[in-house]
């Protein structure tokens, strides 16, 4: 079974330009997660897609952060204008029933 | 969440000796604890997991007990190996009603050879 993708692994960018992450869950699994995971620290859910639509999304700074699954497979979380505090790994996670979730490897952000 | 900074605690072991790592949870009402591993450049992965409704659970090599009196959650590692070198995390969330994941202030685990 394949896991959970993402991309791109890495990205550089500087404050205030826009950024954009994918991430393609475990086939079947309706439950889709967007963690940040700021270094040193454990993750922190941004958002929570059930299927195509927003479970949770009460720690997502929606004033830059904004995060779609449109279809309700793959999802897309964008970040604009990004600022120096948003440099952190973003992990995708999925599951399909009950409390596992399976995460993929990450995007690592760096705003410079 | 709680801030850890940079610092992770660090547990450095001999292979072959067993691991403890601790891990104190916030919520009272969680009735669902997990362990992560993650490895450098890795998403967390599972490793085992228990309901509130025990206080023991073992695995391969692994064991999890849970103290729901204080609040209290550790993760044992029989016969260390350098594979297990990685960060530990524990997590909770109240099964009922979906809601998210709580992850604790990780745990480094150093293996020496």
């Known amino acids: 079974e394949a896991g959970v993708a993402q991309s791109p692994r890495y990205k550089i960018i500087e404050k205030r330009q826009s950024v954009a992450f994918w991430c393609n869950p475990i086939?079947?699994?309706?439950?889709l997660y967007w963690y940040q995971q700021i270094l040193g620290q454990g993750p922190k859910l941004l958002i929570q897609f059930q299927n195509n639509g927003v479970v949770d999304d009460s720690q997502l700074p929606k004033d830059r952060f904004s995060a779609e699954r449109l279809k309700g497979v793959d999802s897309t979380l964008k970040i604009q204008p990004a600022k120096l505090e948003d440099s952190a790994v973003y992990l995708c996670a999925s599951s399909k029933a009950g409390n596992e979730q399976f995460f993929g490897p990450g995007t690592r952000l760096t705003v410079l | 969440g709680e801030s850890v900074g940079l610092h992770l605690p660090t547990l450095s072991v001999q292979e072959g000796d067993n691991s403890i790592i601790n891990c104190a949870y916030s919520n009272s009402a969680s009735d669902y604890f997990i362990w992560y591993k993650q490895e450098s450049g890795k998403g967390p992965q599972f490793i085992i997991d228990i309901r509130s409704n025990m206080d023991k659970r073992q695995g391969q090599r692994v064991t999890v007990l849970l103290n729901k009196t204080v609040k209290h959650l550790s993760l044992q590692i029989a016969a260390t190996q350098p594979g297990d070198s990685a960060v530990y995390f524990c997590a909770e969330n109240m099964s009922a009603g979906n809601t998210p994941l709580v992850f604790g202030k990780g745990t480094r685990l150093s293996v020496i050879a």
């Open positions: 086939s079947g699994h309706a439950t």
